[in-house]
């Protein structure tokens, strides 16, 4: 794994430090389709960050699938986002090692292989 990608739907920019690298799917140019950030995301090898439930949906089509983090609460502030984002991104890295999708909800973390 060599980093993350994020979703338009999300900051280009967080307010905590990640142990590896994360990336805006803006840097792929102006909105692209789920197929180019999926399959940027599996040639780069990036877990794709996203609210989009398409990207979670499409994980059980894929034999080799990248891995996705499913970020499954509504609209909120950007300093609530950034302050629960780092509350929780240590764990979302220790379960993404292991499991293809991690389903990120404001009271648990689901993981599955």
Known sequence: MNGFLFD??????????????????STLG????????????????????????????RLMLDLSPPK??????????????HSFLASVWTQIEDLVTDHKLINVYLDRIEAFK
């Open 8 to 25: 338009e739907n999300l900051p280009a920019k967080v307010l905590f430090i990640p142990s590896l690298p994360i990336i805006h799917v």
């Open 30 to 57: 102006n909105s692209p389709s789920d197929s180019q950030i999926w399959q940027y995301a599996k040639d780069k090898n990036l877990v794709i960050v996203s609210k989009d439930v398409d990207f979670s949906d």
């Open 68 to 81: 996705v983090v499913h970020l499954r609460f509504g609209n909120m502030r950007k300093s609530v986002f």
